[in-house]
């Protein structure tokens, strides 16, 4: 049996906030294949700032950059709502040989009890917790906790003796290197670094303000960015 993971987002845009992440899980997980599955109307976000066309070109140039990287847009030929559970649905029954692992953060397992049959979500896949740094179990919530205490596992072994219904969290030594908050004030202190705690949203404000975000997103895609003059 092979594994596949799995990174779905908005990606409005992407930016190395997402894919430095997704590397290291595929590292830890030793994962041969990730889909980025750029979302078209997420259920608890507002819409996208730009056309699904522009956003599936920037995945498509963010996946050429990792041999493992691959760009699925079954969600944006999909009619209405992007709900989770419908695409693991239909990728289990594309691969059905194979452990799907759905990469998730912290943010999203806070909320993950009252997203779209979650249920039916954790019988499709595994899930993989890329946390914040110093985060603190003891501040999840309480459906949060018990959701950990029936499907968490301890270690990839736990974890691969199943199908699907487990949840992992990566190691904060998988994480770690170059976290830090960005500053408009001083870009010198930015330069060459990877900032994985970077949301698309304050990127979006930079590209406003035609900051630099060098640092932030891989030079394919901030060429598009620029060449087609978004989020200006």
């Known amino acids: 049996m092979t594994d596949i993971g799995i990174l779905g987002g908005t990606f409005d845009p992407i930016h190395l906030g997402h894919t430095e ?3 290291r899980v595929a590292q830890f997980l030793s994962l041969d294949k990730i889909l980025l599955i750029p ?17 599936a070109t920037m995945v498509e140039l963010a ?28 990728l289990a029954a594309e691969y059905p040989q194979q452990r799907l692992f759905f990469i998730i ?3 999203s397992l806070l909320t993950f009890t009252t997203w779209h ?11 993989v917790v890329n946390t914040r740094p110093n985060y603190q179990l003891d501040s999840l919530n309480d459906e ?15 974890l691969k003796n199943k199908p699907s219904g487990g949840i992992i969290f990566v190691p904060q030594q ?27 949203t304050d990127i979006r ?17 901030l060429a598009f960015i620029n060449k087609n003059q978004l989020y200006r």
């Open 21 to 23: 992440p997704a590397l």
């Open 39 to 55: 979302t078209n109307i997420p259920p608890h976000k507002s819409s996208p700032n730009i056309s699904a066309e522009h956003r």
């Open 63 to 90: 996946c050429k950059q990792h041999p493992c990287f691959s760009c699925d847009q079954r969600e944006l030929t999909r009619r209405g709502h992007s709900y989770t559970v419908d695409t693991l649905q239909a």
């Open 105 to 107: 953060g912290l943010d």
């Open 117 to 127: 049959h979650y249920q039916k979500i954790l019988s499709l896949c595994h899930l």
């Open 144 to 158: 949060t906790r018990a959701l950990l205490a029936q499907h968490q596992c301890s270690d990839i072994s736990a």
């Open 174 to 200: 998988q994480q770690e290197s170059n976290n830090f908050r960005t500053s408009n004030n001083d870009e010198s202190e930015l330069k060459g670094k990877i900032n994985l705690n970077i949301s698309s």
């Open 205 to 221: 404000a930079r590209l406003a303000k035609k900051s630099n975000c060098q640092h932030l997103l891989a030079e394919p895609v």
